[in-house]
């Protein structure tokens, strides 16, 4: 975008929000419901409505919606975002069986994929994907970005604050945030005034709902916030009130409120699902056994409660949120995508729609975008 290029984005639709628009120099439009999101990408991949563009970046698997699978029906070079091995959040989420079906259907997606080239946030996913049969040279770390413009003006000392721990995420069963609840009823025994806050996008109605009859039911139900939809804004204004982030999830592919959170001073504790990259173990935050309730209280209370720690832990997670400011491409990233372009118009898949694509690029004279 910063080098001239036209960027845009297709995704799913939400309550409030315009069908097109463009954020930030991004052309934004927002296609259907998440669990529909796929067919309606479908239809366009296979009218040529990616033809236009030189590359499609596309998640390869994600939540409740079904693959995109750009890289059969595109007919265009594609690079897929690869998070985490799945199977974990569709077993915490449905159950073994969910958990068996995620591996076949990630088995098959990984033989799709074999010849294309990913992009994937953590080291972990990097050898778990080269351990399932991907080329390592066709795997690329890259690792998400907080925008500075959408970031907080500074932090907030720790007499500032409340005794708060957020919780943020979308509104699905894998994220756990009941477990938080948990987790502020033990901590409320030792620390009567402590808060929870929960803020997240309303993706499962079903488990929102049950979420919200969760803290109804709760005997602290006065010391709990649930919001919905919340704008960065609103998020960073939250955060710089709050001692602590929590993240419940059993595994996550990076854990992005991890440096949002940091860039307001706020360390996590999290579980042993959470990479290494976002969280520093003992200078930005520290992790516990999943499931372990009492010790995220315990760990949440000595934060809340001792000072000289919890700055410790504040301006270590601040310094290494910092590291996640957006700062541009990466020169290795933009020859990584480069390199899947001009692989793709030499050996790309010969079906109807690449080769009508090549066909008018030939009768356009176009070149490819390194040259």
């Known amino acids: 975008m910063r080098a001239g290029h036209t960027v845009r984005l297709w995704c799913c639709s939400s309550p409030g929000l315009p069908p097109v628009e463009t954020r930030e120099g991004v052309e934004v439009e927002r296609l259907a419901p998440t669990r529909l999101l796929a067919p309606f990408v479908w239809v366009r991949f296979l009218i040529g409505r990616a033809a236009p563009y030189d590359l499609v970046v596309e998640e390869v698997i994600g939540g409740e919606r079904t693959p995109f699978l750009g890289i059969l029906l595109a007919g265009r070079p594609c690079v897929g975002m690869w998070y985490q091995d799945n199977r974990p959040l569709f077993r915490a989420a449905y159950g073994p069986a969910a958990a068996r079906l995620a591996g076949v259907v990630q088995s098959i997606l990984v033989r799709v994929y074999r010849a294309g080239f990913l992009l994937t946030p953590s080291e972990r996913t990097r050898a778990w994907l080269i351990g399932?049969?991907?080329?390592?040279?066709?795997?690329?770390?890259?690792?998400?970005?907080?925008?500075?413009?959408?970031?907080?003006?500074?932090?907030?000392?720790?007499?500032?604050?409340?005794?708060?721990?957020?919780?943020?995420?979308?509104?699905r069963p894998y994220k756990r945030f009941d477990e938080a609840v948990s987790v502020l009823e033990a901590l409320r025994a030792e620390l009567p005034d402590a808060e929870l806050v929960m803020m997240g996008r309303k993706d499962d109605p079903s488990y929102l709902a049950s979420l919200e009859?969760?803290?109804?039911?709760?005997?602290?139900?006065?010391?709990?916030?649930?919001?919905?939809?919340?704008?960065?804004?609103?998020?960073?204004?939250?955060?710089?009130?709050?001692?602590?982030?929590t993240i419940h999830s059993p595994i996550e592919g990076f854990g992005w409120t991890i440096p949002e959170?940091?860039?307001?001073?706020?360390?996590?504790?999290?579980?042993?699902?959470?990479?290494?990259?976002?969280?520093?173990?003992?200078?930005?935050?520290?992790?516990?056994?999943?499931?372990?309730?009492?010790?995220?209280?315990?760990?949440?209370?000595?934060?809340?409660?001792?000072?000289?720690?919890?700055?410790?832990?504040?301006?270590?997670?601040?310094?290494?949120?910092?590291?996640?400011?957006?700062?541009?491409?990466?020169?290795?990233?933009?020859?990584?995508?480069?390199r899947t372009v001009r692989e793709w118009r030499r050996r790309?898949?010969?079906t109807p729609?690449?080769?009508?694509?090549?066909?008018?690029?030939?009768?356009?004279?176009?070149?490819?975008p390194d040259e």
């Not at 009492?294 to 290494?320: I, P």
């Open 213 to 245: 009859r969760r803290v109804r039911d709760s005997k602290w139900s006065a010391g709990i916030e649930l919001r919905t939809n919340v704008s960065d804004a609103e998020k960073f204004d939250t955060l710089l009130t709050a001692k602590a982030l």
């Open 132 to 171: 399932s049969g991907i080329s390592a040279d066709h795997i690329a770390i890259h690792q998400p970005k907080v925008l500075a413009l959408k970031g907080p003006d500074g932090s907030r000392p720790f007499g500032q604050r409340r005794n708060r721990f957020i919780c943020l995420g979308n509104f």
């Open 261 to 338: 959170a940091g860039l307001c001073g706020v360390p996590t504790v999290a579980n042993e699902g959470t990479p290494p990259e976002p969280l520093e173990e003992g200078v930005s935050g520290v992790r516990v056994r999943s499931g372990d309730v009492g010790a995220y209280a315990r760990t949440l209370k000595e934060w809340m409660t001792d000072e000289l720690l919890w700055k410790r832990f504040s301006d270590g997670a601040l310094r290494r949120a910092r590291r996640f400011l957006d700062s541009g491409l990466r020169p290795e990233i933009d020859a990584f995508l480069r």
């Open 348 to 350: 790309g898949p010969a």
């Open 353 to 368: 729609a690449t080769e009508e694509a090549r066909n008018a690029e030939a009768s356009s004279g176009a070149s490819p």
